[in-house]
T-cell receptor, first 108, second 116 residues
Framework: AQRVTQPEKLLSVFKGAPVELKCNYSYSGSPELFWYVQYSRQRLQLLLRHISRESIKGFTADLNKGETSFHLKKPFAQEEDSAMYYCALSGRSGKLIFGQGTTLQVKP | DAGVIQSPRHEVTEMGQEVTLRCKPISGHNSLFWYRQTMMRGLELLIYFNNNVPIDDSGMPEDRFSAKMPNASFSTLKIQPSEPRDSAVYFC??????????????FGAGSRLTVL
């Protein structure tokens, strides 16, 4: 069964501090992993996907198949990073399953 | 393209009433998804369509919920009768299979439903 777990509902850090948003998944095959972000009063949008291996807005995420994790990291948080972050998984069927979401609060 | 268009943006109704939410996907996209967002459960996939055909409706909570996609440019999610626990934000999203952007969803603004 496909499952995505984000253990933290809320993560609060100070500006300039490192950020790590945790995501663990359960899937028997080779999944495709994503991070989506929802800023205040904006639509949910794609932040990054593991196959792209890119850094977006300073965020990176590495797929660790051994630990079945896809944690989102940023070395220095900015206030504009405050948002709701969702980890998502897609399998062969094309079905995209999301985790419960983590609210990131970056304090000045 | 105006993106994924959902209506209504807000709906307040009374328990027992029928609710119909509407979605227009991005032109050319061939997959359409309905999600429900709540504080407690996050984003739950309700149903998704590929080429207008329902592929997986295992997330539909119960028989009170139904979804249709009569053509490539329109889908509805209906709740009848509605209950207070259905109060949530309902999102529609679309994507294009077989492209480099496969599995990358474009979301609508959502329909916020309140059932009193």
């Amino acid at each position: 069964a496909q499952r995505v777990t984000q253990p933290e509902k809320l993560l609060s850090v100070f500006k300039g501090a490192p950020v790590e948003l945790k995501c663990n998944y359960s899937y028997s095959g080779s999944p495709e992993l994503f991070w989506y972000v929802q800023y205040s009063r904006q639509r949910l949008q794609l932040l990054l996907r593991h196959i792209s291996r890119e850094s977006i807005k300073g965020f990176t995420a590495d797929l660790n198949k051994g630990e079945t994790s896809f944690h989102l990291k940023k070395p220095f948080a900015q206030e504009e990073d405050s948002a709701m972050y969702y980890c998502a998984l897609s399998g062969r069927s094309g079905k995209l399953i999301f985790g419960q979401g983590t609210t990131l609060q970056v304090k000045p | 393209d105006a993106g994924v268009i959902q209506s209504p943006r807000h709906e307040v109704t009374e328990m027992g009433q029928e609710v119909t939410l509407r979605c227009k996907p991005i032109s050319g996209h061939n997959s359409l998804f309905w999600y429900r967002q709540t504080m407690m459960r996050g984003l739950e996939l309700l149903i998704y369509f590929n080429n207008n055909v329902p592929i997986d409706d295992s997330g539909m909570p119960e028989d009170r919920f139904s979804a249709k996609m009569p053509n490539a440019s329109f889908s509805t999610l209906k709740i009848q009768p509605s209950e207070p626990r259905d109060s949530a934000v309902y999102f529609c999203a679309s994507s294009l299979d077989g492209s480099s952007g496969a599995n990358v969803l474009t979301f609508g603004a959502g329909s916020r439903l309140t059932v009193l």
